[in-house]
């Protein structure tokens, strides 16, 4: 789940959010992770026990770097993975794979945002741990991947297994709610990457308990 | 002092950098800021009572921006101030303008770097609390304020008095002695911005008692 | 005018739309200058005898810098001048300052797109030749600035003027009529920009004639 | 052979210089193209028969993009192809894949530069018709293809196969002599991309005319 910069997913109200997705992880079984803004990283890793991901790293070793993101800190304020590429956060093919490489030096899961089947399949030859596919067509459009064309994600889906069989891939556009979720697994994804439907929703904790009992029953 | 991305100035060790700047600063009766990385910026403001800056912030309000460096958030974290256009994390002009006004809606004081004169007169007329003039040929250069012309330093002091009689002015470049923060003072700023000798150097918390007292002796 | 990246104003229909400039120009005696696509300065400096600008400077020297713009080789295709900071090509505020000295080396007179009051002044400070404000208020909405509220353009007027007494100003938005116009001129600019209305219109001749008529009406 | 922005391939130095190439083509029968500035383009286009490419192109389609680099632009101007995401101007992931479809609606043939195997793979998985190689240890530190490490374009080569068995690679880095060439196509690559040793050496034909007489030895 990414806080994105949302307000209601800034400070306390983000180590809320995230023990809230702490305890319907626990409930459920089903694993969970939490995407907070970098000064929330550390208040949310001691709050919870569910994977903190940052929400970008920036392809820098320790130096003269002001203002930017580097893995050791990430690292040491106790995130265990990152997400790289989001949309909002796009950065140059050098740079995803020199922050792949710097994110496993730091031991640091990735999670790289992709948008169509080219670029997926691209991003797919770097070997990150996660992929998460955000069709732009589904991008903020309110369309929902259960009623848009589903080859936008299965057509991804068959580019990036011919180039990379383990990488693990997330729906992460089009779902907000508990039957996208069912829709997306459906196709063939191993998650979902959700944000605005939970964290601006009127009660995050339901929906969550609903998508993790959508993903149970899909199993 | 700016922490920048420094790996002495990383995790735990921003924290401990910070209470030996907290100590000369209450020894001394000298204010000194700290700026360290945002995933620190909660540890380091609960562990002093110096004043904490944020090294950027992004020019958004609380939404979609997943990876970008929220104003609320920094304040979140306990911070009372932001550093704003580094020469390492250099933004547009429209962009410094904007930040400004979130940051003073945040309640946070902004001190905004330059280099040249003209740069920093820009600068001043959009009126930050305090301005750090960094010029290009004593960035990094090992060129100490001390020993280069200083007109580098008295010229962007006069272009910024010709249009903002206000604003605070730091020597941002250059100063790595006691001997330098002197010369800075004595040229007509305020004080200084320092980083990589003192989170680098072999005694940073002698080296900040030997600044503060060059500036003590300076009143 | 501005031709953008208008197919209408693209390749032959580049050089076609600056021959109407340049006609109106020597029927009218108003000044006309056009800023076409770099890769058709060559052949419209050719074919009229009007100031033809670029749209754009990189802030470099002859050099490594495949892909960018060099001054010397605008002006080596026949301008005589450049636009900078454009909306839609925003640089950064020692990127203007680099730029704006670039230019004169090369004898290409320059004009800096702004917003707001701040940022004109700021510019402003940094003395260009001319100064095109662009209230984000009036950008691209359709909103005329003989309709808009005024105070956006004489704030920017009364602003600049603190700093610097003799650039020329431009209005860059909210020009799309010879009414317009008109009231750019009321409130104390120099002179317009236009594009979208002129480029993409149904008669750029007519529009161009009576926008001059007007200019010569307000004198 | 890309011309950047060096002041010896500005305006009629281009011309001279591409002329030079086009002689040395005709005479050797083997093929060269020349990427001269994007002012440059319809001179050079006009004045040669080999093909021309545009340095660099943006993700756009014609429209409101002051100062940017419109793929029909770059087409109307003569040019047949162009560099994208070279070491000096590199992309993101998704624009280099929205720029490659962009290219091919022009009919620009298109010449993708990467840096390391992985890099180089993903770009291939993008059908780019061509990719030069520029392996980071062998851009502009003087370190000739023929005496580093072979491994820096094999490797590179054998990843962009497991992808992709029609894209052409070129050595993309450490080229300056003839004997650099004959290196770089016994190590598999089917050409060169040239820069500084010819456009900045004492003659340019005499390079061109030794490199020519190596490829064909190497046939």
Same mark, same amino acid.
């Given at each position: 789940?990414?806080?994105?910069?949302?307000?209601?997913?800034?400070?306390?109200?983000?180590?809320?959010?995230a023990m809230?997705a702490?305890q319907?992880?626990k409930?459920?079984?089903?694993?969970?992770?939490?995407?907070?803004?970098?000064?929330?990283l550390?208040?949310?890793?001691?709050a919870?026990?569910?994977?903190?991901?940052?929400?970008?790293?920036?392809?820098?070793?320790?130096?003269?770097?002001t203002?930017?993101?580097?893995?050791?800190?990430?690292?040491?304020?106790?995130?265990?993975?990152?997400?790289?590429?989001?949309?909002?956060?796009?950065?140059?093919?050098?740079e995803?794979?020199?922050?792949?490489?710097?994110?496993?030096?730091?031991?640091?899961?990735t999670?790289?945002?992709?948008?169509?089947?080219g670029?997926?399949?691209a991003?797919?030859?770097?070997n990150?741990?996660?992929?998460?596919?955000?069709?732009p067509?589904?991008?903020?459009?309110?369309?929902?991947?259960?009623?848009?064309?589903?080859?936008?994600?299965?057509?991804?889906?068959?580019r990036?297994?011919s180039?990379?069989?383990s990488v693990?891939?997330?729906?992460?556009?089009? &779902?907000?709610?508990a039957?996208?979720? /069912?829709?997306? *697994? #459906?196709?063939? %994804?191993?998650g979902? $990457?959700? =944000?605005?439907? &939970?964290?601006?929703?009127?009660?995050? /904790?339901?929906? *969550? #308990?609903?998508? %993790?009992?959508?993903? $149970?029953? =899909?199993?």
């Amino acid at each position: 789940m990414n806080f994105k910069t949302y307000i209601e997913a800034t400070g306390k109200r983000a180590v809320q959010l995230a023990m809230i997705a702490d305890q319907v992880s626990k409930d459920s079984g089903v694993t969970i992770a939490v995407a907070p803004q970098f000064t929330d990283l550390k208040s949310v890793t001691e709050a919870v026990e569910i994977p903190v991901f940052g929400q970008h790293i920036d392809p820098i070793k320790p130096g003269a770097y002001t203002g930017h993101i580097l893995a050791e800190a990430v690292k040491a304020a106790g995130a265990s993975g990152t997400l790289l590429n989001h949309s909002e956060r796009r950065i140059k093919i050098s740079e995803i794979e020199e922050a792949l490489s710097l994110a496993r030096v730091s031991d640091l899961a990735t999670l790289v945002c992709t948008d169509t089947p080219g670029v997926s399949a691209a991003v797919a030859s770097l070997n990150p741990d996660m992929i998460a596919i955000e069709p732009p067509d589904l991008i903020g459009t309110g369309v929902a991947v259960s009623k848009a064309r589903p080859e936008l994600i299965t057509n991804a889906i068959k580019r990036i297994r011919s180039v990379n069989n383990s990488v693990d891939i997330l729906c992460g556009a089009g &779902v907000s709610t508990a039957e996208d979720v /069912g829709k997306a *697994l #459906e196709l063939g %994804t191993q998650g979902v $990457l959700v =944000s605005s439907s &939970v964290v601006k929703g009127p009660n995050p /904790g339901q929906l *969550l #308990e609903n998508m %993790t009992d959508e993903i $149970l029953r =899909s199993k």
